[in-house]
């Protein structure tokens, strides 16, 4: 009966110890330190583990997923983010154009105007599928992951949006030079059919 006294006294002890030592290191704060830092495992057991957020803030990964960004400058609307994306949260609406558009930062010839692109970053599961597709380079993660709005809708992006009308002459120009073509096609072929 001693022993069971002496042995309950001892894990009391042990434990008031334990919790006197944290009440008194929670006035201590956390150094913001990566998880390559030898000193990261070892602070967990020193001061307080939460951090005083907004005015403390953890160090971001290099290989993170958080916000998706979009350069439109390098973009060639391939559509190839929005196909692959599994939640759809990727909606592209492209337009051809009558003639090159212009080059990307890597030489690659833009061939169609983007009427639409947005991304809906409420239905994103931030798998990163989409930056891993694009030929161009243009959409990627950055490491922005605070990302509060007061409206659910703000959380869709748009980062191209072409008005009605300009979409409209835009479609009403491309055929138009495909008539041409296939005019130009069929007097060819009736040419060669007369030579004959």
């Known amino acids: 009966m001693f022993k ?47 951090i005083q957020y907004p005015s403390q803030e953890l160090p971001v990964p290099e290989v993170g997923r958080y916000q998706l960004d979009v350069e439109m400058d390098d973009c060639i609307v391939c559509d190839l983010c929005a196909k692959v994306c599994p939640v759809d949260c990727i909606a592209i609406e492209s337009i ?19 009427a639409h692109f947005d991304i809906d970053m409420a239905k994103c599961m931030y798998c990163g599928l989409c930056t891993v597709v694009c030929p161009t380079e243009c959409i990627v993660m950055t490491n922005e992951y605070d990302v509060s709005v007061p409206e659910l809708a703000d959380l869709t992006y748009v980062f191209a949006h072409m008005p009605a009308e300009e979409a409209d002459e835009k479609r009403r120009l491309f055929d138009e030079a495909q008539a041409a073509k296939q005019a130009a096609k069929l007097a060819a072929m009736k040419k060669k059919d007369e030579g004959v």
């Open 96 to 114: 051809k154009g009558t003639e090159a558009l212009g080059q990307t930062s890597d030489g690659t010839v833009k061939r169609l105007y983007a």
């Open 4 to 50: 069971n006294i002496i042995s309950n006294i001892k894990t009391i002890s042990g434990g008031m110890s334990l919790t006197w030592q944290h009440l008194f290191a929670s006035k201590k704060r956390r150094v913001m330190d990566t998880v390559k830092s030898a000193n990261y495992f070892a602070q967990q057991d020193k001061g307080t583990n939460t």
